[in-house]
């Protein structure tokens, strides 16, 4: 029973690049969140998606960042254009659904350097 | 009056003490809080959650205490291990959407 997963793990990228980051949530789950964790401190929420849905971005920058939930296929969070502070772990979580508030699992991460 | 406030940064514990990691709270509708333990390179990963109708819950070594009245819930690790050495996060969420709201994390570090 596989857990949330995140690929890659580790992205470096120059400024300017695009970065892309996949998550395929745990098996029946529907519901993705991304979150970003900067050096020393909490995550941050980023984006709740669900199947070709996105129900809430607040806490996505309104330039250079989108994200997906495909039919098929994992969730893509992408930057384009990163830049330095775009360095950060960001972090994937799923959960079965919203009844079990807070129940969110998380991947690994994918650590993203931009130099 | 989104932020859950986390104290201490940094704690360190004897083995065989106790651990105790305090957090607060502004928004009254947060109506689900988590604690997550991260371990260096992982992600974070659920240890015990509240929720506001209970005053306190204990899983194994690991207690909740909840006090509604003063919007402050805190972590206590009975009994600390060098194993339980990570870094612990509060959070808190409401609604339907779920997404959690987490405290900047304490670096715990128990000594053998």
Redesign the interface.
Known sequence: NAGVMQNPRHLVRRRGQEARLRCSPMKGHSHVYWYRQLPEEGLKFMVYLQKENIIDESGMPKERFSAEFPKEGPSILRIQQVVRGDSAAYFCASSLSTSGRGEQFFGPGTRLTVL | QQQVK?SPQSLIVQKGGISIINCAYENTAF????W?QQFP??????LI?IRPDVSEKKEGRFTISFNKSAKQFSLHIMDSQPGDSATY?C?A??G??????????TKLSVKP
């Open positions: 986390q109506d689900y809080f988590p997550y390179g992982k992600g974070p990963a659920l959650a996060f959070a969420t409401f339907s959407q779920g997404n959690l709201i987490f405290g900047k994390g």
